[in-house]
């Protein structure tokens, strides 16, 4: 997207519309290896599902009880 691309012609407007395009992209749709292959934001919802059935464990659990 932003390489070999000339910039001469484009105004700041259009520049940063291009810029908050790719980094939406970057931070919604681009696969990252270092986290299982996944989105970053399939990543996070990942991680606020796991955290939310950790958190019903622990209410419905014996450990419950005990941290309560």
């Not at 484009?10 to 908050?20: H, K, P, R, S, V």
């Not at 059935?53 to 419950?64: C, H, K």
Request: proline share 1%; net charge neutral; aromatic share 20%.
């Amino acid at each position: 997207m932003y390489y070999n691309r000339t910039w001469i012609n484009t105004t700041a407007d259009n520049f940063m519309q291009q810029l908050d395009s790719y980094i939406h992209w970057y931070h919604q749709h681009h696969i990252k290896l270092s986290m299982g292959g996944i989105s970053p934001t399939e990543y996070r919802w990942n991680l606020e599902i796991a955290a939310y059935a950790v958190q019903e464990f622990v209410r419905s659990s014996y450990w419950g009880v005990l941290l309560r």
